[in-house]
């Protein structure tokens, strides 16, 4: 019964949710000497598929809540496919071992994204750098929908019906830092989408004071201390 509850509402998403080219992820990725990288709601292993073949990976191992559909997630370039939750804390793997966690997109989703971040950090190297992207309510369509006295969720963005946690910029770094890490990127997202042109000229033109409503998301990497 708690593994059906874990699904809850995923297994009813539509598939191309699943299957997002997240090329704003990708480019956090570190280009020093590839080294093993483990991705937690890696889907259907697309952006692990693409760190190896762009040499940015020497070994990449994905963890998923739930088998994708197809065979995506046993393709020859993934090293290794994990499905569970996280939340459980009985992930199989050797503790201090990877050079680079990624967590896109994956803390919203959880009871207690805290505790998770710290058990998940377990397996990270001294050293190693955490990518991490969150969705940021003070965007100005869920915060104006906020304002407005309607705080529906949807099926996708900030409000997306199986987010159970939400953050503002500076939550974000809070929860970094938190977890004892040493902060050293973070950025909207719309820097790295070209068809978001016109956010990044309004964020210019207001000089950064707008940045906070119109990033839809945070991108973030950070060093295990």
Request: glycine share 8%; proline share 4%.
């Amino acid at each position: 019964m708690a593994a059906r509850n874990a699904n809850l509402g995923y297994d009813e998403k539509i598939k191309d949710y699943f299957n997002i080219d997240r090329h704003d992820v990708f480019n956090l990725i570190p280009n020093s000497t590839p080294g093993r990288v483990l991705e937690i709601g890696a889907a259907g292993g697309s952006m692990l598929v693409a760190l190896k073949k762009a040499g940015k990976a020497r070994e990449v191992v994905g963890v998923e809540l739930m088998p994708y559909p197809g065979d995506a997630q046993s393709r020859p370039e993934i090293d290794r496919f994990i499905i569970a939750n996280v939340e459980e804390k009985n992930l199989d793997l050797a503790p201090a071992s990877f050079d680079v966690l990624i967590c896109a997109d994956v803390l919203e989703h959880l009871r207690d994204p805290w505790d998770s971040l710290e058990y998940l950090l377990g397996f990270l190297k001294s050293g190693g750098s955490l990518v991490l992207s969150l969705p940021n309510v003070r965007y100005w369509r869920a915060l104006g929908k906020i304002l407005l006295g309607d705080f529906r969720y949807g099926e996708a963005g900030v409000l997306d019906r199986t987010h159970l946690r939400f953050f503002c910029r500076r939550n974000m770094v809070d929860l970094v830092r938190a977890a004892g890490l040493r902060l050293v990127r973070i950025e909207p997202s719309f820097l790295q989408h070209t068809n978001l042109k016109q956010d990044r000229i309004l964020n210019a033109i207001s000089l950064g004071l707008a940045e906070q409503f119109l990033a839809q998301q945070y991108l973030i990497v950070a060093e295990k201390i």
